[in-house]
């Protein structure tokens, strides 16, 4: 078989990306209306493929989206379609990304459509995975979201908007705080498309699993991580002051498992627990390597 040097699915077709077309009646081109899931591969390991198939069915559920296959139909799917792909030259790696959406309907209109039939795409792209022991430049940036952030939604402007103004800056990636929120000012939630954590005092602060933060794989991975290295964890909110006063800043994700910060808004951060900071950085890279060798 003829590898493919990358891979676009939409309901049972596939071709390269760049041959795919998705009709305009598809309720995400209307209103995104949908919700996704990505993940790494490696040696045609789909990494953490459960957590990653267990939240996309509970963000499907939580909008009253339908999945047509069972989970293991779907994992079944997304295996198949990872072996297809050529990786020698990204070390036999991928990004893999998969979305839902409610289906068509013409003419347009906000109401669910009746009976329709929910709508999968999915796309395969060799990637190699960033690197873990990088340090970044961030900004702030406040969060101007909607208040269902857990779940993965396609409707991701606010993000777009947010990844636009780092770049700018001339940073990686910003950390995005709501002026006011469980009686915390400037409480910081999460990054344009990252968890956000930080190091104080030997422990690992993390924002809770409320609506404003998404239940992030790489977040689960981190705070697993942490345990086994005997870190303690603290799940809670905390402000942007507290954050630029940590140890160190951690922002995670399933394609960037660990962004160091060095300065938020042009401001010197982190750089003091550069030993623990990098036990934990070695452990996520550990798990990986393991959880993706056949």
Same mark, same amino acid.
């Not at 993940?39 to 939580?62: E, P």
């Not at 709501?178 to 104080?200: F, M, P, Q, S, Y």
């Not at 794989?217 to 942007?240: M, T, W, Y």
């Not at 994700?253 to 962004?259: A, D, K, L, Q």
């Given at each position: 078989?003829?590898?493919? +040097?990358?891979?676009?699915?939409?309901?049972?077709?596939?071709?390269?990306?760049?041959?795919?077309?998705?009709?305009m009646?598809?309720?995400? %081109?209307?209103?995104?209306?949908?919700?996704? =899931?990505?993940?790494?591969?490696? /040696?045609?390991?789909?990494?953490?493929?459960?957590?990653?198939? *267990?939240?996309?069915?509970?963000s499907?559920?939580?909008?009253?989206?339908?999945?047509?296959?069972?989970?293991?139909?779907? +994992?079944?799917?997304?295996?198949?379609?990872?072996?297809? $792909? =050529?990786?020698?030259?990204?070390?036999?790696?991928?990004?893999?990304?998969?979305?839902?959406?409610?289906?068509?309907?013409?003419?347009?209109?906000?109401?669910?459509?009746?009976?329709?039939?929910?709508?999968?795409?999915?796309? $395969?792209?060799?990637?190699?995975?960033?690197?873990?022991?990088?340090? *970044?430049? &961030?900004?702030?940036?406040?969060?101007?979201?909607?208040?269902? %952030? /857990?779940?993965?939604?396609?409707?991701?402007?606010?993000?777009? &908007?947010?990844?636009?103004?780092?770049?700018?800056?001339?940073?990686?990636?910003?950390v995005?705080?709501?002026?006011?929120? *469980?009686?915390?000012?400037?409480? $910081?939630?999460?990054?344009?498309?990252?968890?956000?954590?930080?190091?104080?005092?030997?422990?690992?602060?993390?924002?809770?699993l409320? /609506?404003?933060v998404?239940?992030?794989?790489?977040? +689960?991975?981190?705070?697993?991580?942490?345990?086994?290295?005997? $870190? =303690?964890?603290?799940?809670?909110?905390?402000?942007?002051?507290?954050?630029?006063?940590?140890?160190?800043?951690?922002?995670?994700?399933?394609?960037n498992? %660990?962004?160091?910060?060095?300065?938020?808004?042009?401001?010197?951060?982190?750089?003091?627990?550069?030993?623990?900071?990098?036990?934990?950085?070695?452990?996520?890279?550990?798990?990986?390597?393991?959880?993706?060798?056949?």
């Amino acid at each position: 078989m003829k590898l493919m +040097k990358n891979l676009g699915y939409y309901n049972g077709k596939y071709d390269l990306i760049e041959n795919m077309e998705v009709p305009m009646s598809d309720r995400v %081109c209307w209103f995104g209306d949908g919700v996704y =899931d990505a993940t790494a591969t490696r /040696n045609g390991v789909i990494y953490c493929l459960d957590d990653h198939i *267990d939240r996309f069915y509970n963000s499907a559920s939580m909008v009253e989206i339908e999945i047509p296959y069972t989970k293991d139909e779907l +994992k079944n799917l997304l295996n198949e379609l990872v072996s297809k $792909v =050529d990786t020698s030259e990204t070390n036999g790696e991928t990004f893999l990304y998969w979305q839902i959406t409610r289906g068509a309907n013409i003419p347009r209109n906000h109401i669910f459509p009746e009976n329709a039939k929910a709508n999968l795409w999915v796309t $395969v792209t060799p990637r190699k995975l960033a690197d873990i022991y990088r340090r *970044d430049k &961030l900004i702030s940036y406040e969060d101007i979201r909607f208040y269902m %952030c /857990n779940i993965k939604t396609l409707c991701l402007l606010p993000n777009v &908007l947010a990844s636009e103004a780092a770049k700018r800056a001339g940073a990686a990636e910003c950390v995005m705080y709501r002026k006011e929120a *469980d009686g915390i000012k400037n409480r $910081v939630t999460e990054g344009a498309h990252t968890n956000v954590h930080c190091l104080k005092d030997n422990k690992l602060y993390t924002a809770p699993l409320d /609506n404003l933060v998404l239940p992030g794989i790489a977040r +689960k991975n981190l705070i697993k991580v942490c345990h086994q290295l005997g $870190v =303690d964890v603290i799940e809670e909110p905390f402000s942007l002051e507290f954050l630029m006063n940590a140890d160190e800043i951690m922002l995670s994700s399933s394609s960037n498992f %660990c962004i160091v910060a060095t300065h938020i808004d042009n401001v010197a951060v982190g750089g003091k627990a550069p030993k623990l900071l990098r036990k934990i950085q070695d452990a996520l890279v550990e798990d990986y390597l393991r959880e993706t060798t056949k």
